[in-house]
């Protein structure tokens, strides 16, 4: 059963950005933490969730007898914080909120995001995007609960992945229909949570120009650079640079003529030009594996670190030193990206993914 309506519903659940509760339109105040962590995980889960999976999420160390008397203490707390003790309901070893006296802003973004029609779809996304103010449960955690901080997280990234993807969508409708100045808004807003999607940096910089500013094109760019060597260590794709040229140029980067993709070159930023030292015998490594490789012995190798301990300058040093040896091919992924399958071999690859530049590179076909 769907959730009610949010102007007819007693208790409003808002757990997209900062958590708050209200009952008939007036802040609700959950006392303690681990029941209003009970609330916004049922608030995120429209189905009933079984008892074992919530022992299991507050409770995963203790034995079960002892999860189940501090789950029905818990429920008794969260009865007793809801104006309503009907709101919540235990029923055949079920979790729920009654469906018509709820309403939650996931739910109902997670609806938007799923309208198929195409008649409605726009305005659904539209109003999905207004729904989500940041973040799932941006600011809150419960601290010695490993369980629901990993359960918080993955929504987090899930309901991420859709406000991206409806945030794509209402880019590419709003772009078609020719609403250039809404498709920069909507563009904007994705950029504010994932700044390292090179390919929005790039329709910005397109963007820009089909609505006739140039300078603000440009600005992007550098941004768009910005982000990505501060971040990365990384310049930004020849198509990149190509909807700048064509933003420079006045012309529309998808009508621009073809040009040649150069091979990825790695550039070092200006605050690595000091010479690499206390790193021989890692380069020393690199360099005998790929000896063997071009003997016919290839390997892989991890380098792994705490941030900023300089893997990156490693590995950018060991590649200058075999750019006339070798063809170099470079991906990488943020956070955000981890749903998408091989996105760093797709980064890699796609520089290549030409005619011409297919037939430079020399793979062997893998025979599965």
Known sequence: MPLADKMVAPLCIYVLGPPRVEWEGEPLVVPRRQARALLFHLASSQPAVSRQALLFLFWPDIPEADARRHFTRLLTHLRRAL????????????????ALQTWS????????????????????????????RGPFLAGFSLPGSSEFETWSLQEQYALERLYLEALDSLIMDCTTRGAYSEAI??????????????????????????DGDRGAAVRQFERCTTALERELGVSPLPETRLAYQAALQGTRAARAEPMAVPSPRWTTIPSLHAPLVGRDGPVSRLQQAADQARQGHGSVILIAGEPGIGKSRLIQEFVTGQLDQATMVTGSSHESERGLPYWPLVEALRPYASTAGLAAVDIEPLYM
């Open 185 to 210: 808004a909507y563009a904007q807003r994705y950029l504010e949570t994932d700044d390292l999607a090179e390919k929005l940096h790039r329709r910005l910089i397109g963007l820009y120009a089909l």
């Open 83 to 98: 104006p309503n003790s009907d709101v919540l309901q235990a029923v055949d070893d079920r979790v729920s909120l009654n």
């Open 105 to 132: 802003d996931a739910v109902e973004f997670d609806r938007l995001c799923a309208e198929q029609d195409s008649c409605r779809r726009f305005i659904a996304l539209q109003k999905a995007a207004e729904l989500y």
